[in-house]
């Protein structure tokens, strides 16, 4: 056991696949965005849990609001047979809200608290966690507690990398859940891949923020009426496309493969794409770029690939005249 530790996790944006992610088998590129939450973790006398989210400390006695956190926790002692009542406790403080003047950036949220509450424990206990452990631990706790996203956020901010994801079958996986052990259930083939790319890309990759969703829950029903089984076919060909291409700088390819999928989305559901959205498409793509939509939010965030730095900057300057905060860049040229 150490005396404390500080551990970080960042956020995520999809590049491609999202909606159809959420299907068993499917596939998506996901960008790491690193914006950090931080958690912070020393010995104490008692079991304290503090998050800026809320204001206020609490133990491990149930709390609705730190039942994330609480249950990341319960995940943990499980899985390694540690008993509350003997070991050394800790006080665990989580501070950073992935949001701008109460705005949330939609870079993610609970898939990084998951996984920065495990990192911290493992980190303050010494408990070596691979990658792989860490995005299992991290999906159990979120599917015990009923969340059905695909887990390809937990899978990039594991990594902490761009990532291929190829998703598991939720629903098998809960049923072992209701009927094994947790150590039965990790050691379980889920037949999910994640693959860390390393882009060879003469690019670079704009994360843009909006500060403008319009999610609502009559558009994702629609979203998910939509979807066929052609739509799904045509993503996962999309997406090896655009494997290929960042590895390969096949920048033409890029171009054709995320502008094809942004139709695709479009044609899902219209207001998909907002009008602030749909500025920084078509600023991008004056200026010899290539950008989209971003996750399944209808708002907020769009990612693009500039190919030369003076495209780069003229984009960031008509982005910022169309009050588009660029979140994060990272640069291969």
């Not at 939609?106 to 408990?127: D, M, N, P, R, W």
């Not at 090896?240 to 054709?256: G, W």
């Not at 498409?281 to 708002?299: F, M, P, Q, R, T």
Request: include cysteine.
């Amino acid at each position: 056991m150490t005396k404390n530790a500080t551990v970080h996790t960042g956020g995520k944006l999809y590049v491609l696949g999202e909606y159809a992610i959420l299907y068993p088998g499917q596939k998506a590129i996901l960008a790491y965005i690193p914006i950090y939450m931080t958690a912070k973790i020393s010995q104490h006398s008692t079991f304290k849990i503090y998050s800026d989210m809320y204001g206020d400390s609490v133990s491990l006695s149930s709390d609705k609001r730190y039942r994330l956190i609480q249950e990341t926790i319960q995940t943990f002692f499980d899985f390694f047979e540690m008993d509350s009542h003997t070991i050394p406790p800790f006080f665990l403080q989580i501070t950073g809200k992935m949001e701008k003047n109460g705005k949330k950036f939609g870079i993610g949220s609970s898939g990084s608290v998951t996984v920065l509450t495990l990192k911290a424990l493992a980190s303050f206990y010494e408990i070596e966690l691979s990658k792989d452990l860490l995005f299992k631990l991290s999906a159990y706790t979120l599917l015990k507690l009923g969340d059905n996203g695909s887990m390809g956020d937990i899978a990039c901010i594991s990594h902490e990398q761009f990532v291929f994801y190829q998703s598991f079958d939720r629903n098998k996986v809960k049923s072992w859940q209701n009927k094994e052990s947790i150590q039965e259930t990790i050691a379980r083939d889920w037949h999910y891949k994640i693959s860390v790319i390393e882009p060879h890309l003469k690019g670079i990759f704009m994360a843009g923020w909006t500060k403008v969703p319009a999610i609502s829950k009559e558009m994702i029903n629609q979203v998910y009426a939509n979807i066929t089984e052609e739509f799904l076919v045509n993503t996962n060909n999309l997406v090896d496309k655009c494997f290929s291409a960042m590895k390969t700088n096949n920048q033409e390819a890029l171009k054709s493969i995320i502008s094809s999928f942004a139709d695709m989305l479009s044609q899902l559901h219209p207001n998909i794409v907002t009008q602030p959205l749909r500025r920084l498409i078509e600023i991008s793509n004056d200026n010899h770029a290539v950008a989209k939509s971003s996750g399944a939010g209808g708002g907020d965030c769009g990612i693009a690939f500039a190919f030369s730095p003076s495209d780069f900057n003229e984009i960031k300057i008509k982005w910022q005249q169309e009050e588009i905060e660029l979140l994060y860049t990272e640069s291969w040229i």
